[in-house]
């Protein structure tokens, strides 16, 4: 049983260099908020298999991509896995937590998701377009996407990347979710500017977009964020489920928001340790 102050493993990179965001201060402001209600430690994602046995629940936030770290990364999950150990968010995710086979199966579905295909034979299947975006099926962060003609498609879908229509979208947004509660919504309305954000009030239809990709996903208690885009229709399209470890761009919100968010999130924390 928990003692009555759990101990938390809080898994963060500091020191991972993000294109336009800065992991490290959300999470030490993330960790300074926590220590009110828990005992803490912190530590970087290759060391948590070795010290995750003494703690009574494992909270992965801003850990970087896991390519990075593939061999510790699998390493952590199957043990986490054979003993049982609580980890935040949990290990069932089927989004981004596995890589991007998702975005295949929710468009093959027939889900409101940016069309996606991962073989030449199948480009019958996307809308025509100048250039496609290709990325790794186990990609992050943007790692390795690129955007081609389609005369270099053949040479690049092997398998082990996906294939989609660029989109001339309107902006990109993105919903916050801790377990299946709605957070607060951001938005970037420059689209050369993915971080460049702004608080941004979804309609009903958004919340009901968003919140259908939180119900299909597996994930109980954790936090969610949910990239979108507006395309030329007006409709939302999925960009991704980011299940894993979400940069929460808190410095955005203000000093109320954050507290709202830091609230819900030590509630989703002792729920999850008091199961």
Known sequence: MPSPRPRLLYVSDLAYQARDRRYCDEDIFLTSR?????????????????????FDAVVVRNSGPVLGYQAEYDAFRAKATAS?????????????????QYLLDLS?????????????????????????????????????????????????????????PRIDFAYEVSFYFVDHDF??????????????????????????FARGFIDWNTVEHGIQRVDA????????LLVELEDLNPYLSLDVLDEAGRDAFVAAFKESLRGFLDR
């Open 34 to 54: 926590l220590r009110e209600d828990f005992h803490l430690a912190l530590c970087h994602p290759r060391d948590t298999a070795a010290l995750m046995d003494t």
């Open 84 to 100: 049982g150990a609580r980890v935040y968010n949990q290990l069932t995710g089927r989004a981004d937590m596995a890589g991007k």
């Open 108 to 164: 093959a579905a027939g889900h409101p998701v940016i069309p996606t295909v991962d073989r030449l034979a199948d480009l019958h299947r996307l809308p025509e377009t100048a250039e496609y975006v290709v990325k790794p099926k186990f990609g992050a962060d943007s790692v390795g996407l690129t955007m081609v003609t389609a005369d270099r498609l053949p040479a690049l879908t092997d398998g082990t990347v996906l294939v989609q």
């Open 183 to 208: 957070q607060y919504a951001l938005h970037a309305p420059y689209t050369d500017r993915r971080w460049d954000l702004e608080p941004y009030e979804p309609t009903d239809g958004d919340l009901e």
């Open 229 to 236: 885009c507006r395309a030329p229709g007006g409709e939302l």
